[in-house]
């Protein structure tokens, strides 16, 4: 009787378990990430009040580094899905006889949310991903540690940098990346529909409005935060091992992708309640 039981009732304990085990664990990964946005909070107070150790001259080089030498990259994407969407658009929307209003859809889509949606997902395979392998192969090498030695912080001296440079340029590349996006969908407009680039431009602006402005921007703002912690946290974290980077970098890309979805989803939740 006994070992009828424990064989019925063991994988379920052992299901119950991993279940168990794993919410602990998200848990603590939230709390870890929670408590490391409230310190680089805190050292970006310092820096302002011109108490901390980080440097204006690495902000810049940041800057640099995350938005002027992402801007070909953002705009060559954004030109070809604008492109994309304006032929897929035309293709039914040619059966209706409302081809002009391709305009429109590609406006309105990469305007709100698909520009800076397209844009955190480059910016996470290319920054966030940066971020974690300078950072983590600085603790490999024990640079971290030394900066420890010598009372220097390093998530004011390394962290806020980044954080900030890529906080600053997401909402400038995303504007970018709408307009490029806006001129790839003329082009395909022009040439295929026929359709006279003054009649696409008064069609574009007569379908935006300032709120759909301002809603892609803000999304561009809170994907440069989730990018930057996200790869800056796991590069912070990385393990002392011969693949401790390559795994950070890793876990850098995703969590930066799968943050910006969740960012989002709660986003167009909360614009819809508002009626935004």
């Known amino acids: 009787m006994r070992l009828r039981d424990a064989y019925f009732h063991k994988p379920s304990s052992d299901m119950l378990e991993r279940v168990g085990n794993g919410a602990i664990s998200i848990a603590d990964r939230v709390r870890d990430i929670t408590k490391f946005t409230f310190q680089i909070f805190h050292a970006i107070r310092l820096m302002l009040g011109r108490r901390g150790v980080t440097r204006r001259i690495d902000l810049w080089v940041e800057i640099d580094k995350a938005g002027l030498r992402a801007i070909p990259i953002v705009c ?5 899905i604008g492109m994309i969407m304006a032929f897929v658009g035309n293709m039914q929307l040619k059966m ?3 081809e002009i209003y391709v305009a429109a859809l590609v406006a309105i889509s990469m305007i709100r949310i698909l520009g800076a949606v397209m844009t955190g997902i480059i910016m996470a395979g290319r920054t966030g991903a940066s971020y974690a392998a300078e950072i983590g192969t600085m603790r490999v090498n024990d640079e971290i540690d030394a900066l420890k030695t010598m009372e220097v912080s390093p998530i004011q001296f390394l962290i806020v940098p980044r954080v900030l440079a890529l906080t600053i340029a997401m909402p400038i590349l995303t504007i970018i990346a709408d307009i490029v996006a806006i001129f790839g969908g003329m082009c395909v407009a022009v040439a295929i529909m026929n359709v006279s680039i003054i009649e696409y431009w008064h069609t574009t602006m007569d379908w935006l409005s300032f709120n759909n402005f301002a809603v892609g921007v803000l999304h561009g703002w ?4 989730v990018i930057s912690i996200a790869g800056c946290w796991c590069g ?7 693949d401790g980077v390559g795994h950070a970098t890793t876990r850098a890309v995703v969590a930066g992708i799968v943050g910006c ?11 819809n309640w508002l009626d935004i």
């Open 76 to 80: 060559l994407i954004s030109f070809m």
């Open 96 to 98: 209706f006889g409302a």
């Open 222 to 225: 809170l994907f440069g935060w």
């Open 236 to 242: 912070i974290h990385t393990q002392r091992t011969a």
């Open 261 to 271: 979805i969740v960012v989002t989803a709660i986003l167009t939740l909360i614009f």
